[in-house]
């Protein structure tokens, strides 16, 4: 203030002129202008002198941002219409509504015992109740076969009332298969040679004689008994699968193949078993329920299951016409070397006619037609990429990557359907084939059963095999949905006020990767110790993967306390409190500052553009006059903008340098530039911002207090401070004390005053000059002008003195009528 320039104008020449580099274009090596201050400093004194002008580059930019905003904006509609177009297609497809229905009556059903009203009945057990090799004989007699097997099947005046609900509004098809997986018998001592104590030997004396039963083994031998005159209905041994065919005197004991998924095999996660690793057996419905038993306690008296079992699993093939829903139901029971039972229930449900309505085949058209429109959106813009910024932003940029996730994913989903529907064809025919060989109850042909018993078993191999590929395209189905809906962020990006939450996650995004860094480690560390606390006896705390969603599910409310507090309640509740303090109170709380410290500054930005509805009807109104000819497209005036010689443009400029450019087009072009640069000048702030902001007013407060209680408290001191720096000129000095720091105030106080009263008589002539002004024009309004118009009628021009450094000197040309 006292050199008479303004600190904002600092760096700026007398000449208005700015440092090489500022304005023209010019960027440093980080991609920024040369000097951002210079920058805002000349957006100023644009503002302060009242000019309508924008700097040429910030036109070039502002063009471009309008053209991807808009390209951007034009992807929304055929999004929004695949999507629900995707969205219809599929529920159609899986009918989830009706299969849902179905589904979970006969999970009840096979969960519970004695509430459905079957004839035998050992008290209320449900499916957990199995702990021993006895209940899994007792669940088959009284939940699966009353249930699912006709008591009546060899009854031939058998009524329809005769049969249990359960039957009377499903079918099974195929009978009760039953399979499992075994493992082999080893000595311990030789299994587990490394395993202590030892004796005076080298093997360990406790193992001796003494069977184990790997987890990691499979069983491929044949069991059971071999002509046994007591079992003369069975006079053979149980073999696998495999070995069917061969001329071992074996039982066909053919399986529907793992509908548990992995589960299925006697090591989990490994690979399934093969047709020489399954162990099979059938209880068919024609037989009825009578038969079924028999064969039932045919099986438990030669010890089917035994100590080599590692899984079992009990498959049913319903179907239910009135909902026209299959449901392949799998009731696996794992037999685990601790010696604990383990059961639970899967099902796989889809409808064997998914065109049944003319529709739906519209639909899947339609589907197909709008992914062919996003692909070729996906390939131009691939291609205006390249050609505008090179093949490395192709690469880099992770929308590219997104758009050919979704085409290619939406081709890979129609794909899967097709075979789906072509396996669906073959399930169905197979489903046939089992019905019309199915032998009458009192039949004795064994051609007829034989050629029947292989045409479940083909049934069951292709129910295994679709089970299996439903799983997986259901899976792909519910990621592919959750990937698309990332697609609807980048047509959000053309509208500020929806891409809220990804800007401000894009800015939060450094923040974020370092809280996550330290939050993964705490996070893990009460992990592990959990498992140590509480691993051994609390399922879901027993391996560090089951540890991990429960912690998860404890940083938000739901765990039981009692089951924790059981054995030791003094360490569970320091460990308990310790993570609810650390992790679910304290840094999830720094999560939400990290996130809303950036969503302040982004909300505050957004704030400044048009809302959505108006964003489409300007695009709208933008594309018909562009159509129209009124208006000159983005590519042609972004070309011709480019081309401009001058740094700065007003309207005048760019309507001369842009042809066929309108009035109303350039004053558009320029005033939203122009608003850009006010936004950029009064761009939000973060809350560390502000908290800094005020830190440093609250510092400067205080420098100020100091410095006043310092020239009250010891003037003198402040005097001489002043001498020894050369505030004070020689004269001061020598008056030196209160005096001249007096003196000195009453001097920069009396040159304020004069400032201030030449400011208000240059304000006052303004303000005449303005009044003369509009008197004038409102005196050339009033008078009927004439056609055409001499020189000597236009208004005269006269000399008004202008104040130049409050001294009236200057001279400005005006007009007067």
Same mark, same amino acid.
């Given at each position: 203030?006292?050199?008479?320039? !303004?600190?904002?104008?600092?760096?700026?020449?007398?000449?208005?002129?700015?440092?090489?580099?500022?304005?023209?274009?010019?960027?440093?090596?980080?991609?920024?202008?040369?000097?951002?201050?210079?920058?805002?400093?000349?957006?100023?004194?644009?503002?302060?002198?009242? *000019?309508?002008?924008?700097?040429?580059?910030?036109?070039?930019?502002?063009?471009?941002?309008?053209?991807?905003?808009?390209?951007?904006?034009?992807?929304?509609?055929?999004?929004?219409?695949?999507?629900?177009?995707?969205?219809?297609?599929?529920?159609?497809?899986?009918?989830?509504?009706?299969?849902?229905?179905?589904?979970?009556? $006969?999970? #009840?059903?096979?969960?519970?015992?004695?509430?459905?009203?079957?004839?035998?009945?050992?008290?209320?057990?449900?499916?957990?109740?199995?702990?021993?090799?006895?209940?899994?004989?007792?669940?088959?007699?009284?939940?699966?076969?009353?249930?699912?097997?006709?008591?009546?099947?060899?009854?031939?005046?058998?009524?329809?009332?005769?049969? @249990?609900?359960?039957?009377?509004?499903?079918?099974?098809?195929?009978?009760?298969?039953?399979?499992?997986?075994?493992?082999?018998?080893?000595? +311990?001592?030789?299994?587990?040679?490394?395993?202590?104590?030892?004796?005076?030997?080298?093997?360990?004396?406790?193992?001796? =004689?003494?069977?184990?039963?790997?987890?990691?083994?499979?069983?491929?031998?044949?069991?059971?008994?071999?002509?046994?005159?007591?079992?003369?209905?069975?006079?053979?041994?149980?073999?696998?699968?495999?070995?069917?065919?061969?001329?071992?005197?074996?039982?066909?004991?053919?399986?529907?193949?793992?509908?548990?998924?992995?589960?299925?095999?006697?090591?989990?996660?490994?690979?399934?078993?093969?047709?020489?690793?399954?162990?099979?057996?059938?209880?068919?419905?024609?037989?009825?329920?009578?038969?079924?038993?028999?064969?039932?306690?045919?099986?438990?008296?030669?010890?089917?299951?035994?100590?080599?079992?590692?899984?079992?699993?009990?498959?049913?093939?319903?179907?239910?016409?009135?909902?026209?829903?299959?449901?392949?139901?799998?009731?696996?029971?794992?037999?685990?070397?601790?010696?604990?039972?383990?059961?639970?229930?899967?099902?796989?449900?889809?409808?064997?006619?998914?065109?049944?309505?003319?529709?739906?085949?519209?639909?899947?058209?339609?589907?197909?037609?709008?992914?062919?429109?996003?692909?070729?959106?996906?390939?131009?813009?691939?291609?205006?990429?390249?050609?505008?910024?090179?093949? %490395?932003?192709?690469?880099?940029?992770?929308?590219?990557?997104? =758009?050919?996730?979704?085409?290619? #994913?939406?081709?890979?989903?129609?794909?899967?359907?097709?075979?789906?529907?072509?396996?669906?064809?073959?399930?169905?025919? /197979?489903?046939?084939?089992?019905?019309?060989?199915?032998?009458?109850?009192?039949?004795?042909?064994?051609?007829?059963?034989?050629?029947? &018993?292989?045409?479940?078993?083909?049934?069951? /191999?292709?129910?295994?095999?679709?089970?299996?590929?439903?799983?997986?395209?259901?899976?792909?189905?519910?990621?592919?949905?959750?990937?698309?809906?990332? *697609?609807? $962020? &980048?047509?959000?990006?053309?509208?500020?006020?929806?891409?809220?939450?990804?800007?401000?996650?894009? /800015?939060?995004?450094?923040?974020?990767? @370092?809280?996550?860094?330290?939050?993964?480690?705490?996070?893990? !560390?009460?992990?592990?110790?959990?498992?140590?606390?509480?691993?051994?006896?609390?399922?879901?705390?027993?391996?560090?993967?089951?540890?991990?969603?429960? +912690?998860?599910?404890?940083?938000?409310?739901?765990?039981?306390?009692?089951?924790?507090?059981?054995?030791?309640?003094?360490?569970?509740?320091?460990?308990?409190?310790?993570?609810?303090?650390?992790?679910?109170?304290?840094?999830?709380?720094?999560?939400?500052?990290?996130?809303?410290?950036?969503?302040?500054?982004?909300?505050?930005?957004?704030?400044?553009?048009?809302?959505?509805?108006?964003?489409?009807?300007?695009?709208?109104?933008?594309?018909? %006059?562009?159509? !129209?000819?009124?208006?000159?497209?983005?590519?042609? $005036?972004?070309?011709?903008?480019?081309?401009?010689?001058?740094?700065?443009?007003?309207?005048?400029?760019?309507? $001369?340098?842009?042809?066929?450019?309108?009035?109303?087009?350039?004053?558009?072009?320029?005033?939203?530039?122009?608003? /850009?640069?006010?936004?950029?000048? =009064?761009?939000?702030?973060?809350?560390?911002?502000?908290?800094?902001?005020?830190?440093?007013?609250?510092?400067?407060? *205080? %420098?100020?207090?100091?410095?006043?209680?310092?020239?009250?408290?010891?003037?003198?001191?402040?005097?001489?401070?002043?001498?020894?720096?050369?505030?004070?000129?020689?004269?001061?000095?020598?008056?030196?004390?209160?005096?001249?720091?007096?003196?000195?105030?009453?001097?920069?106080?009396? =040159?304020?005053?004069?400032?201030?009263?030449?400011?208000?008589?240059?304000?006052?002539?303004?303000?005449?000059?303005?009044?003369?002004?509009?008197?004038?024009?409102?005196?050339?309004? *009033?008078?009927?002008?004439?056609? &055409?118009?001499?020189?000597?009628?236009?208004?005269?021009?006269?000399?008004?003195?202008?104040?130049?450094?409050?001294?009236?000197?200057?001279?400005?040309?005006?007009?007067?009528?």
């Amino acid at each position: 203030a006292q050199a008479g320039v !303004s600190p904002w104008m600092a760096g700026v020449g007398a000449d208005n002129s700015f440092p090489p580099g500022a304005g023209d274009g010019s960027e440093s090596n980080d991609g920024g202008w040369a000097n951002e201050d210079v920058v805002e400093k000349k957006l100023l004194l644009r503002i302060a002198e009242g *000019k309508r002008v924008v700097d040429r580059e910030e036109l070039v930019a502002h063009i471009t941002e309008a053209e991807d905003q808009r390209l951007a904006f034009l992807k929304l509609p055929i999004t929004i219409i695949f999507f629900l177009a995707f969205i219809l297609v599929q529920l159609e497809h899986e009918n989830i509504a009706d299969s849902s229905m179905v589904q979970r009556q $006969l999970r #009840g059903m096979l969960s519970g015992t004695t509430f459905e009203g079957v004839a035998y009945t050992s008290g209320h057990k449900d499916l957990n109740d199995i702990d021993t090799l006895d209940d899994v004989y007792l669940y088959l007699q009284e939940v699966v076969l009353p249930l699912f097997i006709n008591n009546n099947s060899a009854n031939e005046n058998a009524t329809y009332d005769d049969l @249990h609900r359960v039957l009377r509004y499903n079918m099974l098809i195929g009978g009760v298969q039953l399979q499992q997986v075994r493992r082999k018998e080893v000595q +311990c001592a030789e299994r587990y040679p490394d395993l202590g104590p030892f004796g005076a030997s080298s093997v360990n004396p406790i193992l001796n =004689n003494f069977n184990c039963y790997p987890w990691d083994t499979e069983d491929e031998e044949c069991f059971g008994v071999w002509n046994n005159p007591d079992f003369t209905s069975i006079s053979a041994g149980f073999c696998p699968d495999a070995k069917r065919n061969e001329a071992v005197g074996g039982r066909r004991l053919d399986f529907v193949l793992n509908g548990g998924g992995d589960g299925g095999s006697t090591k989990g996660a490994r690979a399934k078993p093969t047709e020489n690793q399954y162990f099979s057996q059938y209880l068919y419905e024609y037989e009825g329920l009578e038969g079924a038993l028999t064969r039932l306690e045919t099986l438990k008296e030669q010890n089917w299951i035994d100590l080599h079992t590692a899984w079992l699993g009990i498959r049913l093939l319903v179907l239910n016409p009135d909902m026209g829903v299959f449901v392949h139901m799998t009731v696996g029971i794992y037999f685990p070397p601790s010696g604990a039972l383990l059961p639970h229930i899967r099902a796989k449900s889809f409808q064997p006619e998914p065109y049944q309505s003319q529709w739906i085949l519209a639909l899947d058209v339609f589907q197909g037609i709008t992914l062919l429109c996003i692909c070729a959106q996906t390939m131009q813009g691939f291609y205006n990429t390249v050609r505008k910024r090179g093949k %490395k932003e192709l690469f880099l940029n992770g929308w590219n990557w997104l =758009n050919l996730l979704v085409v290619l #994913g939406g081709l890979v989903i129609i794909l899967m359907w097709i075979l789906l529907y072509f396996s669906l064809d073959t399930v169905k025919q /197979k489903a046939v084939d089992v019905r019309q060989a199915e032998p009458s109850p009192l039949t004795s042909d064994e051609a007829a059963k034989r050629l029947f &018993e292989a045409a479940v078993q083909e049934l069951h /191999k292709e129910m295994n095999d679709i089970s299996d590929y439903i799983e997986w395209y259901r899976l792909i189905l519910c990621a592919y949905t959750l990937a698309f809906s990332l *697609k609807f $962020l &980048e047509s959000f990006a053309a509208q500020p006020r929806l891409a809220v939450v990804t800007d401000t996650m894009i /800015k939060a995004g450094s923040d974020l990767i @370092h809280f996550l860094i330290v939050f993964s480690i705490i996070f893990l !560390s009460y992990c592990v110790a959990g498992v140590f606390l509480f691993g051994r006896r609390i399922w879901k705390f027993s391996s560090l993967s089951r540890a991990i969603p429960a +912690c998860a599910l404890i940083m938000l409310g739901d765990f039981d306390w009692e089951e924790m507090a059981e054995q030791d309640p003094t360490t569970s509740a320091l460990w308990f409190w310790s993570f609810m303090i650390c992790v679910a109170i304290l840094m999830l709380n720094m999560l939400m500052a990290i996130v809303m410290d950036q969503y302040t500054q982004v909300k505050s930005e957004a704030e400044q553009s048009h809302p959505i509805w108006q964003q489409v009807s300007n695009t709208i109104v933008d594309a018909y %006059k562009i159509h !129209s000819g009124q208006y000159i497209g983005n590519n042609t $005036l972004l070309k011709a903008v480019r081309e401009m010689p001058e740094r700065e443009v007003d309207e005048e400029t760019l309507r $001369l340098r842009v042809d066929n450019l309108c009035h109303e087009q350039a004053k558009k072009l320029i005033e939203e530039a122009l608003q /850009k640069e006010d936004a950029r000048l =009064n761009n939000g702030i973060t809350i560390t911002e502000a908290m800094k902001m005020i830190g440093w007013v609250k510092v400067a407060v *205080k %420098k100020i207090g100091w410095k006043l209680e310092s020239m009250i408290t010891d003037p003198e001191e402040h005097a001489a401070e002043d001498c020894r720096s050369g505030t004070l000129d020689q004269n001061q000095q020598s008056q030196g004390g209160v005096d001249g720091l007096l003196g000195e105030i009453n001097e920069r106080m009396s =040159n304020m005053d004069e400032f201030m009263q030449e400011s208000l008589r240059y304000v006052t002539f303004r303000g005449k000059d303005v009044r003369d002004r509009l008197i004038s024009i409102e005196g050339l309004l *009033k008078q009927a002008a004439p056609p &055409e118009q001499t020189e000597a009628d236009l208004p005269s021009a006269r000399v008004v003195p202008v104040p130049v450094n409050g001294q009236l000197n200057g001279e400005r040309t005006t007009w007067s009528s």
